[in-house]
């Protein structure tokens, strides 16, 4: 009898001591959560570790891009490292005429030749030539306009007129990647007036060809132009460069629909990381599409904007960020096999 009580009393404490490394456990876990740990919202059946391709400890990737440490693979490979070329990938065709393309028919004007089923088009074979004509397709649209901004509505729908962000947000040192001769920055300040800026820089390749040709570009005056125009300028300090400042790092970083503009994709995003601090907000909007037909062509939407990422690139790259605000829509009425969603976020880096 006593044999038996003896054991009971051992089976108690055993299961006692299970139950609280349980609850420690759980709490310990609970109290490693950041307190605003929000989870990046991810798109329908898919996970940001999904077919994620492991870090690669010596740094090789044979037929694709180091990504942030990882290998993201070209057209037609697979595997850690992307070395194994799992189908034939059917060459580019470039379409002479610049016409409007519809029957996605193999014969068509198309940039398969790089698209990857999982990453989409992120690294154009002629990548250089494609940017500079891209270049001077956006200069001759903004010369032409006679605008005085780039879809800053939009955007404020989209980000809800920033109300993520506190009234008197400090944004500190600011900088806009791909301003164009408008900026965004300064429909940002429309609903912020109050929030303290110690400086702004503006960076485009074209920034001089705008300040000198383009009417109504928001920065000519060498202050900023508010928002909606001929509502005076604000003070802040403001300066212009056309080489991405990669060595300095800025309290917020805006960039938006610049990524479809790009030489590489991937270097681009890497860069886009250096310029914000830790601790920084990245206000960040941008396409994705998945799904978009490997013959897609629509000129000048496609030749004009060579990289289309897939969302799972940017959830790779958003998971050095916490996320402080997201929206995506899908976006209507686009040509036959285009598929494309924008998404609007707030990051704030770790």
Excluded at 200 to 214: G, H, R
Excluded at 304 to 332: I, Q, S
């Amino acid at each position: 009898m006593v044999r038996k009580s003896a054991l009971f009393v051992l089976f108690a404490a055993l299961q006692t001591l299970l139950l609280y490394q349980l609850i420690y456990t759980k709490t310990s876990s609970q109290l490693n959560q950041p307190s605003n740990a929000s989870p990046l919202p991810r798109m329908q059946n898919y996970s940001a570790h999904d077919h994620v391709p492991p870090i690669l400890e010596h740094r090789e990737c044979l037929h694709g891009h180091l990504f942030f440490g990882r290998c993201f693979c070209n057209a037609g490979y697979r595997g850690d490292v992307c070395d194994d070329r799992y189908k034939e990938v059917l060459p580019c065709i470039d379409n002479p005429k610049g016409t409007i393309i519809t029957d996605l028919s193999a014969e068509s004007g198309t940039d398969r030749c790089f698209q990857h089923e999982e990453n989409g088009r992120m690294v154009p074979p002629d990548g250089a030539s494609r940017w500079a004509k891209a270049q001077r397709f956006e200069f001759n649209l903004w010369a032409s306009s006679g605008g005085s901004d780039d879809r800053i509505s939009t955007h404020l729908e989209g980000y809800k007129k920033f109300s993520a962000l506190a009234p008197n947000v400090n944004l500190g040192s600011l900088l806009e990647i791909g301003c164009g001769p408008y900026t965004q920055t300064k429909g940002l300040l429309s609903t912020l007036p109050d929030a303290n800026v110690t400086k702004i820089t503006l960076f485009d390749p074209s920034v001089n060809e705008y300040v000198a040709k383009v009417k109504n570009c928001a920065y000519s005056s060498g202050r900023l132009a508010k928002y909606p125009h001929g509502s005076g300028f604000w003070h802040f300090p403001l300066e212009t460069t056309k080489n991405m400042p990669t060595h300095t790092e800025f309290d917020t970083v805006l960039s938006f629909n610049v990524i479809t503009h790009v030489e590489n994709g991937y270097t681009w995003l890497e860069d886009l990381y250096k310029t914000v601090k830790s601790g920084g907000l990245l206000l960040f909007s941008d396409y994705w599409y998945d799904g978009t037909h490997e013959n897609f062509w629509f000129v000048p939407d496609a030749y004009y904007h060579p990289v289309r990422p897939f969302r799972k690139v940017y959830d790779y790259f958003f998971t050095r960020f916490d996320l402080v605000y997201e929206h995506v829509e899908k976006v209507p009425n686009r040509p036959s096999g285009l598929t494309d969603h924008v998404g609007y976020w707030i990051l704030r880096k770790k």
